[in-house]
């Protein structure tokens, strides 16, 4: 009788794993996913779409606000499970500090850019590159506008006018913040004024307005218009104690025009969460790749989950 009620019990446990997808419940320690945010949109974009995606499969998310040399510090620490924003070549030397504490789990975006940009009417009428600026000058007043004073992409601009680079000596770097270059933007653009100022992407001014990057900036932001990748890591050996959550970030890639759209819904009120889950909702075949052989925190199949969670 005993044989019998142990191999009914087996039989019953087999069905209710199988019609479940074969998926376990996740451990306990893993039911929690803390993330680290250096304060940048593109970070609280990405941590959006993440926390989203975490919580309609049954996890607590965290979200902690450090600076990138502290989050790192806390990678190390065990404190933080998961950074999305390794920026590189940007921040090399933390990757190369702290190689011995974390893993490299993928590159989720690719085609960032920093350098210098101008918008598409002052493109259109000849300003493609660095070396363009002063055949325009007039049009410019001979300004560069960039983004807070004491940055390293502002003195990077002004070592450029310091050695008379591109013929640019008489010209003046305009510091002030991200927020008050923008306006300057805008105002330039609703009278198609000539402006030229630090551009970045992902960002919402790349929807916002209709910009060119320069090229000819390489000794200044690095080739392919200041190009990086960005990476996500996470604390050391994390793969191996929380294989659902790795699973889900090993899957979790995102593009230019995904991140532009999601800040540029959290500059219009939206929070970060909020401006994801429209995303998600206007986007659902993403989710087809992100969750493929992940779970709910309970063993559940998690694209049924998580699109029943938006109300897909």
């Avoid at 070549?89 to 940009?117: C, E, H, M, W």
């Avoid at 493109?123 to 807070?148: N, P, S, T, W």
């Avoid at 510091?175 to 330039?188: F, N």
Wanted: some cysteine; charged content about 20%; glycine content about 10%.
């Amino acid at each position: 009788m005993k044989t019998l009620s142990f191999k009914k019990t087996m039989l019953a446990t087999l069905v209710s794993v199988t019609a479940s997808g074969a998926f376990a419940a996740v451990p306990e320690q893993c039911q929690t996913v803390t993330m680290t945010d250096p304060g940048w949109t593109d970070i609280g974009a990405t941590n959006g779409l993440a926390t989203t995606v975490l919580e309609a499969l049954g996890y607590q998310t965290d979200i902690k606000l450090l600076a990138v040399p502290i989050g790192f510090e806390s990678i190390k620490n065990g404190e933080i499970d998961v950074f999305l924003g390794n920026w590189m070549p940007a921040q090399s030397a933390f990757i190369d500090q702290y190689q011995d504490n974390l893993d490299i789990v993928r590159t989720n975006l690719t085609g960032v850019k920093f350098t210098l940009a101008v918008p598409q009417y002052m493109y259109d009428k000849g300003v493609h590159d660095f070396k363009d600026l002063q055949a325009h000058a007039k049009d410019f007043g001979e300004r560069i506008y960039g983004i807070g004073a004491g940055s390293p992409a502002n003195q990077n601009l002004m070592k450029m006018v310091d050695t008379n680079d591109f013929g640019l000596g008489d010209w003046r770097i305009v510091e002030s913040g991200e927020q008050a270059m923008l306006a300057q933007v805008a105002r330039a653009v609703k009278r198609e004024k000539g402006i030229v100022f630090l551009a970045w992407e992902p960002h919402p001014m790349n929807v916002n307005f209709d910009l060119k990057y320069l090229s000819g900036g390489d000794e200044y932001f690095g080739p392919n218009y200041g190009g990086a990748t960005i990476h996500t890591v996470t604390r050391k050996g994390y793969a191996a104690e929380c294989g659902n959550v790795a699973k889900l970030l090993q899957n979790m890639e995102f593009t230019l025009d995904m991140e532009n759209t999601v800040i540029s819904m959290t500059d219009e009120g939206l929070s970060a969460n909020e401006a994801a889950s429209t995303w998600l909702k206007n986007n659902p075949t993403v989710l087809d790749t992100w969750l493929e052989g992940v779970s709910t925190t309970s063993g559940q199949p998690g694209l049924a989950a998580v699109k029943g969670a938006l109300g897909l």
